[in-house]
């Protein structure tokens, strides 16, 4: 496992679980502290780092680690929120379910709206499968070429929705995840360590703490390269011997598609109970904010250990019911994106 990916997972989902609660920095500044941008940098890296040697199911296995949870979490989120059972049974909403549930391009969020970054990490996966299946070897290079081919093609007006809607800004920090992965391999082994280290650091803090001072400096050039940076530093770190192993961090980074996927569940029943007894919300109280993040990050870790993991587990084990006898244990969690994502 790379940890300090793992960190910067947690790092991207407990972001997105602030920028949720709508609360503002400086008064005025609403941020996700870079949380999608990194995790989709984290997986255009780590499809490139985990089929370098094997690229065996790649699809299964990311279809596996991915899609099941995300229909469990989808499910939820419908039984828990939804007051009205015929609202059910629409044929609206069942068309609405069906394209939220197969990762189908649309101009609305899904059921489940984080799950438009999910569809765009979808599309990742099949184009780099398609890559894989042509050469393993160029295979993050023909993705990338694809990838930007499509770019290419909405800059100039042509290719209509499909490739309008494929070629979202978010899209692009694949292909700089890509190119971090290419430069990281090429140039760790010769970064002289003190150097790399002090660089490395201090970069991650300037990137971070610019979102504190942004509603004062609000036209920071670095604010666009942050997410690569964030992540290119963690990886030259970890190879200069600067690894974060704190085990509540990295459980953290564990359950990130977990908190990703549970705390909008969590923050849509949380702010019913709120609205309905006059109760401050996060976006108007430090206080209230700080708990509803804490209590977003205990769910998801929960959820992560008693939920995600046996359901990936008995997914990959082929076997709902008990272990094969002498089947070796599945491999840790893959360090990806679904999430935030992504991931895992």
Request: hydrophobic share 50%; net charge positive; glycine share 6%.
């Amino acid at each position: 496992m790379l940890f300090n990916l793992q960190i910067l997972r947690g790092i991207a989902a407990v972001g997105v679980v602030f920028y949720h609660t709508g609360f503002l920095l400086g008064g005025d500044h609403h941020t996700e502290f870079f949380g999608v941008s990194t995790f989709f940098v984290i997986s255009g890296f780590i499809m490139c780092w985990i089929t370098r040697d094997d690229a065996d199911r790649f699809l299964r296995k990311r279809f596996e680690r991915i899609v099941p949870f995300y229909w469990a979490c989808t499910f939820a989120l419908i039984f828990l929120t939804f007051k009205l059972p015929l609202d059910l049974m629409s044929w609206q909403f069942v068309t609405y379910l069906a394209r939220s549930l197969l990762f189908l391009p649309s101009l609305d969020f899904p059921v489940l709206h984080v799950g438009w970054t999910l569809n765009f990490e979808i599309y990742f996966y099949l184009v780099f499968a398609v890559a894989l299946w042509i050469n393993q070897r160029f295979a993050p290079l023909i993705a990338a070429t694809f990838i930007y081919g499509v770019l290419l093609l909405d800059s100039v007006g042509i290719g209509g929705f499909l490739v309008h809607y494929y070629s979202h800004d978010y899209i692009r920090y694949f292909l700089y995840g890509i190119a971090v992965y290419y430069g990281w391999v090429a140039l760790s082994r010769f970064a002289p360590r003190w150097p790399t280290i002090i660089i490395g650091i201090t970069a991650i803090v300037i990137c971070y703490g610019s979102q504190f001072v942004k509603p004062w400096v609000p036209d920071l050039t670095l604010l666009a390269h942050a997410p690569i940076i964030i992540v290119t530093s963690a990886l030259f770190l970890e190879s200069s011997g600067v690894v974060v192993r704190w085990r509540p961090l990295v459980l953290i980074g564990d359950a990130s598609y977990a908190i990703y996927l549970t705390h909008l569940i969590f923050f849509t029943m949380a702010e019913s109970h709120a609205i309905r007894h006059g109760e401050t919300l996060p976006k108007n109280s430090v206080q209230v904010m700080l708990l509803w993040v804490a209590a977003s990050i205990a769910i998801g870790v929960c959820v992560h250990l008693y939920v995600e993991k046996p359901m990936l587990r008995r997914i990959r084990n082929g076997n709902w019911t008990t272990r094969r006898s002498g089947e070796s244990k599945v491999e840790h969690s893959e360090t990806t994106v679904a999430s935030a994502m992504t991931k895992g």
